[in-house]
């Protein structure tokens, strides 16, 4: 740990705090809980509790064990400056770790407008919130203040087959209002590092699981689908790449480049675990099958489903920059990932059914009832897709709701 930017405090909690946005979101909360059991420094959390955000994930904190000091929640916009100007001034943190965004590549495609407001005005809004704190700061309190910045890999467009990694010097090729809105907020941190001297980090990370992620993203939601009898939806031929990291690292990775990235830098996060999308569905299905078994295996569930426009084709990360610089590297492999999260899916059975309301009923309708059944391309089709009857298109996708 770096004693400079995170003294340890012994319990006396008198340092000043990190001020985490979007802590009650998947990553967040996952990183709220990860940094309060590492350092010692407090959290303060600034969440507006959109629909994704849920404050059940972090309902460990009320438990005697996290005394009042350690933690403090904020419902409230990071859009809204006088907010902003309002607990800057109150809490004095040491860091900001901002994660608040609209984070759902099918939800951009079906409604851009909340993604440029928060992801692009919202970041704008807590940079220039920052950049007034750090003016008030001397002497060590100033050495020590950061601005870190959780991205995605998904700025740097898509990958062929053979194309290697995403390293930080790939240019910037967004292909979804996400992925757009992400790498527009990337540049605003450069810029506040540049002309403003923000001492700023940036983390572009590749797709995350694990505990307490949303169920409108792949993993999550084949899970609950499957658990309640339903459709697996797979998009086009389910060919797509997307490099798996578990949260806890992403975590971990975000600590590591806080205490010791090198001011207005980018850091690459990934777990070198590059999988098909059939290929992590299916996983499921044999996870499941092992944990839960059903009548039928799961993976006759299965159906493909139209696919996401623009949909990027592969995401891979070259990781070697944090590892080289910072020494970081992953703990879990997805096979450990993958079975922690479906173990804790099917423990927290409550949990799901708290945030599976009236509106997830509606996003699900919205973004599946359009979506015809499909069959994938025969000249893409993988050999043991052909083999199995389970792949052919049945029904509607009315079943998926
Ligand atoms: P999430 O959708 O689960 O959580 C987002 C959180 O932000 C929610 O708690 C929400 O209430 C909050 N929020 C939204 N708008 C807000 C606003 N205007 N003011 C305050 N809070 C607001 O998202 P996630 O998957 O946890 O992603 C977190 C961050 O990590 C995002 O910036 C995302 O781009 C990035 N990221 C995600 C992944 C992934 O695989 N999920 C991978 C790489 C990077
Ligand atoms: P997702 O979890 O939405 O993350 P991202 O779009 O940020 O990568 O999707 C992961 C992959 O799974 C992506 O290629 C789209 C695909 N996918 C499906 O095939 N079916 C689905 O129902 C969903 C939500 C995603």
Redesign the pocket.
Known sequence: MNEELLPETSGAFAAPPILV??G?????SNFVLDWLENEAAPVVN?????Y??NLENLASLAQASTPPERYTFVHG???DTALLTQLFAEHRPRAVVH??????VDRSILGPEAFLR?NID?TFRLLEAARAHYATLAGTERDAFRFLH???DEVYGTLAPTDPPFAETTPYAPNSPYAAS?ASSDFLVRAWHHTYGLPTLITN????YGPFQ?PE?LIPLVLLNALAGKSLPVYGDGQQVRDWLFVRDHCSAIRAVLVGGRLGQTYNIGGNNQRANLDVVKTLCALLDELRPAAQPYAQQIRYVQDRPGHDRRYAIDARKIQAELGWYPVDTFETGLRRTVEWYLANGDWLANITSGAYKRWIEDNYSARAPQSPSSDLRSSDQEESPTFQPVGTAKGLA
Request: glycine share 14%; with cysteine.
């Open positions: 946005t979007g009650a979101g998947f990553i967040g600034l969440d507006l509790l959109t994704s955000g916009d990071i859009a994660f608040a965004a609209e984070s759902h928060t919202g959780v991205s995605t992400k990370c590749s797709n995350n949303f993203k």
